[in-house]
RNA sequence: GGCCCCGUAGUUCAAUGGAUAGAAUAGAAGUUUCCUAAACUUUAGAUGCAGGUUCGAUUCCUGCCGGGGCUACCA
């Protein structure tokens, strides 16, 4: 239980008492008090004012007193100012919550509550590599995931892989074309990127041959169904629907490549998934989906054979599910997705990764399976991500504006390294320990500073600045943890019982400390990892602030020094847990 | 056209309807015989515009201005 739902209950049970008065303790607004304010917690008044009848003085004032006559062991003293009592916390109830989890293995964690939940998330395509949006998503979706897990919930990463479609045969033809044979081993190009040129080359191709068409005097659109290579590339999804072996054999091949190249930078980027479906296996399910909806007249079928769910009384328009000629719309398949989950898992919720241009898309989704009447319609969820957008605007992959991932991650490794070696601070490390400290301090960065930011909300990456250590970063937060290891290498805290008074650094840490149950609550319950982000960057700088101002080793007494060690330990905890949580690595050195 | 989202310091981001709108960075000024200066301290700087609801609005409502997305028998 938290100090502030606490504080609820107890203030509550003060209004029944003095006034008779039923409040619902999640009624109450209980801030932390402004520092310049006497207090650490601050109850606002004013709602109860018209009820009451009474001043804002008199009723901070009574309720005030109630509390420290109550729950002396908790509330020292109180202020009323303008409508908010101010409550301070007694030491000793910092100091027993101190002494209870310092040592504390599983603080912050929650005990299993048997409810299922999937998490689908980095869905990429087989034709390109992934770029800087696609880590946004990873890290998101790894992260929600792990969060999820560690409050109790029973949790299953997924991954669906795009592998079908006329655009992976775009990269098929173009490497027929213009590959004379070459491989990523022959020529050295990492598997994803070596099939992403070859999408690049198609699209070069057929601009070019389109703009010869218009040339000789053929219209626009009809020169885009017309060039030779889009006509190539048709019949090639032709070919792969009937099972041509030929074309199956190469984009098995293809897609290998591909898959190895993904399976380096998800072991980079520490992705990982319980289970991964594949577009190619999952296409068709739909179908009978929309078959048993036809049946039970959440579908109609209109002149042309097109089948169509009318969502008008919902607010929505008309959407299509089955096409003409029978085949699937992206619709269908996600339809068809969804059930075979639930099939596979029985969850009690699915939450879907997905960029926030696909809202549409996702409500439509939900609101079919709830007319469907199927049981997990309503454990849907949409975590919806804004873009990832450079200072020069969106990215775009045709005008070569993408930020690749790999690039990215090497290039912050790059500035890692050139960093470590300017402070020196690490010269005796073994190649191999430096190796991965450099990984370690740029992936945090990257992590950090795409997850620091509301999910909900686009953000811009600025390569030149957000490449920073410095600040509101990963590698803040690391340096600091790694401060604390540096000291508790030298002395731990012994668990000797605490009994002193605290001092203002003391005190700010072990507020910040205690929320943090309640801050990965929040980060579950929103499904925002920022939240988390926000909080761990707080405790570093206050621990930062507190390692000025006191020293540790050197602390004026025995038990001044316990009492800091033991804040050290657990502030290194919670950073070390908080970050785990965010898919980030902390050093013990750096 | 219809629907949805977003406009906060120079810049990148915060703020369950609550006190004098917080950070970071860039700027200015300091701190190292003292546990790691990737740090700390001080300083200056912002709610697009106009109304409304409220004891109280960055937050809710309306209009305007500006930016983005969706509205495909693409995925």
């Known amino acids: 239980m938290s100090i502030v739902s606490d504080i609820k209950k107890m203030v509550a049970t003060s209004f029944q008492k003095l006034y008779n008065l039923e409040v619902d303790a999640a009624n109450l607004t209980i801030n932390q008090t402004k520092p310049e304010f006497e207090g650490d917690y601050t109850l606002v008044l004013f709602s109860f004012l018209k009820q009451l009848k009474t001043s804002p003085d008199k009723l901070g004032n009574e309720i005030g007193e109630a509390l420290v006559n109550d729950f002396g062991e908790i509330f020292t003293a109180h202020n009323t100012i303008k ?34 939940v999937m998490v689908e998330y980095s869905s990429p395509n087989t034709n390109k590599p992934i770029h800087l949006g696609h880590l946004r998503n990873n890290f998101l979706g790894w992260s929600v995931a792990e969060i999820l897990k560690n409050i109790g919930y029973d949790t299953i990463k997924c991954s669906i892989v795009n592998d079908r479609g006329i655009h992976i045969c775009k990269s098929m033809i173009a490497w027929q074309l213009f590959a004379k044979g070459a491989t990523p081993e022959s020529t050295g190009i990492k598997g994803d990127h070596f099939v992403g040129d070859y999408y690049v080359k198609f699209n070069e191709e057929y601009k070019s041959q389109v703009s010869e068409l ?34 199956m054999e190469l984009w098995e091949k293809m897609n290998q490549w591909v898959y190895d190249g993904f399976d380096v930078t998800y072991k980079r980027i520490g992705s990982d998934f319980d289970k991964t479906y594949y577009e190619s296996q999952t296409y068709l399910l739909g179908k009978k989906f929309v078959e048993e909806g036809l049946q039970k ?22 959407k299509l599910v089955l096409r003409k000629d029978g085949t699937s719309v992206y619709m269908t398949q996600d339809l068809g997705l969804a059930e075979e989950k639930y099939k596979d898992y029985h969850y009690n919720k699915s939450i879907y990764v997905i960029a926030d241009e696909q809202n549409y898309h996702m409500k439509v989704l939900q609101l079919i399976l709830q007319e469907a009447g199927k ?13 990832v957008e450079l200072p020069s605007g969106k990215m775009k ?18 500035v890692a390294k050139n960093k470590t070696k300017e402070l020196g601070k690490v010269n005796d490390f073994e190649p191999a320990e430096l190796a991965e400290l450099y990984d370690t301090i740029a992936l945090g960065a990257l992590k950090f500073f795409l997850l620091r930011v509301d999910p909900k909300k686009k953000m811009v990456f600025n390569p030149e600045e957000s490449i920073d250590f410095h600040g509101f970063t990963g590698p803040f937060i690391q340096y600091t ?65 507190f390692y000025a101002e006191l020293s540790i080793m050197k602390a004026e007494s025995k038990l001044k020094k316990e009492l800091r060690l033991q804040i050290a330990s657990l502030t290194a905890r919670v950073i070390a847990s908080g970050m785990h949580l965010l898919g980030i690595k902390v050093p013990e050195r750096m």
């Not at 109830?93 to 048997?114: D, I, S, V």
């Not at 054979?305 to 929505?316: F, P």
């Open 83 to 116: 409508g908010f009592l101010n409550l301070t916390i007694s030491d000793d109830y910092w100091l027993r919550f101190l002494q209870e989890n310092f040592k504390n293995k599983k603080y912050g964690t929650a005990p299993a509550n048997h409810q299922k």
């Open 214 to 247: 218009v040339k000789k005097g053929m219209p626009e659109k009809e020169a885009e169904r017309e060039a030779p290579i889009m006509k190539a590339t048709q019949k090639m999804l032709l070919d792969w629907e009937a099972g041509e072996p030929e074309v």
């Open 397 to 414: 992959s045709r005008e070569g504006t993408v930020v690749d991932a790999d690039d990215i991650i090497d290039e912050m490794v790059a």
């Open 481 to 545: 943890h790694a401060r604390i290891k540096s000291i508790l290498r030298k002395e731990n805290p012994e668990g000797d019982s605490l009994k002193d008074v605290l001092l203002k650094p003391e005190k700010d840490l072990l507020l910040q400390l205690e929320q943090y149950p309640s801050i990965v609550e929040q980060a579950a319950a929103e499904h925002n990892p920022s939240v988390l982000a926000i909080y761990i960057f707080q405790v570093a700088k206050s621990f930062n602030s």
């Open 297 to 318: 007249n959440i579908f109609f079928r209109k002149d042309d054979g097109s089948v169509w769910i009318d969502l008008t009384e919902k607010g929505l328009d008309e």
């Open 375 to 387: 049981p997990y319609a309503d454990g849907i969820e949409h975590l919806s991500y804004g873009l």
